[in-house]
């Protein structure tokens, strides 16, 4: 498979969650991206906006496994992760493995339980495997969390330490539709009781994981060029050294956001980067790995505008 084929599997994948999903292009984009980049996902919106609903037929139209927590105050780290459980019949201890062993988590309102229970994922999400007992066990190869999170100013959310948000390729905001798209979802919804399944929408595998494994294989033969190369350096080390934030992006979001650039790279079908790649991306990779100077909060300044500024200001090769 070479750089126009992923593109081809992409666009069947985005024509067939629009069987679904009203809108929502860049969004699914991001997923696509995220999984070729083995990257995860944190999608923040008002309830409403189809989260949860968008991470269900991602999974079933790529045929993944898929896990869903529903997190809660009261949530405990074994919930997600499993624990050892005492089996009196055998006089021995048996993994009962937790929503955690998937391939694609949905993380649903992760920020609706406190830190000790978010911190569950992390060695999930950064390395692919969790320890229960001191016993490593690997996850899929395959697997992402699509986490989803209420806005941070309604009530019982727990704001996401900056450790766990640095695992995240990206964060995308979702706003509310435009009226033409709202119409159509009242349209389609409007006479449907009960909660809707992706199948009750026609929504079907259209990939296979031998025809993922090669698309990863062409995603993974992406040329990235010095000068683009440097392109991100400015952009990531930009972000600390403007006034306007208190603290600016890791050295991981850099690596990230060359990663992602090369399988956006794929799915517009060529097997090589170009500016325009990280531009695009630079927004979601950083959006969440800085913070805000105190003089920047006071004049009611959000992160989203200054590192647009930053991109606007930063020199693109040519």
Known sequence: MNAADVKTLADKVRAEIGKAIVGQAETVDLLLIALFARGHV????????????????????????????????D??????????????????????????????????EINRTPPK??????????????????????LSDRFMVVATQNPLEQQGTYPLPEAQLDRFLFKQTLGYPSREEERR??????????????????????VTAKSLAAANAAVAGVRLND?????????????RETADLASGASPRSAAQLALAARARAALDGRDYVIPDDVK????????????LSPGAEI??????????????????PR
């Open 280 to 291: 695009a991306l630079a927004l979601p990779v950083l959006r969440h790995r800085v913070i």
């Open 42 to 73: 944190l999608l923040e919106g008002a309830p409403g906006t189809a989260k949860t609903f968008l991470s269900q037929c991602f999974a079933q139209t790529l045929a993944l496994d898929f896990g869903r927590i529903q997190f809660t105050p």
């Open 227 to 239: 000068e683009v190369v440097g392109y991100v350096l400015d952009l990531v080390r930009a972000t």
């Open 299 to 316: 004049e009611g300044r959000r992160a989203d505008e200054v590192i647009a500024g930053l991109i606007e200001r930063a020199a693109a």
């Open 117 to 138: 229970t978010q911190a569950a994922l992390l060695e999930a999400m950064q390395e692919r495997q969790v320890t229960i007992d001191g016993k490593a066990h690997a």
């Open 75 to 108: 949530l405990m780290p074994a919930d997600i992760i499993g624990a050892n459980l005492f089996n009196f019949q055998t006089s021995s201890f048996t993994l009962n493995q937790g929503p955690v062993f998937c391939e694609l988590l949905l993380a649903d």
């Open 185 to 206: 979802i009242v349209a389609t919804y409007g006479l449907r009781s009960g909660q809707v399944d992706p199948a009750d929408m026609g929504v079907k595998r259209v």
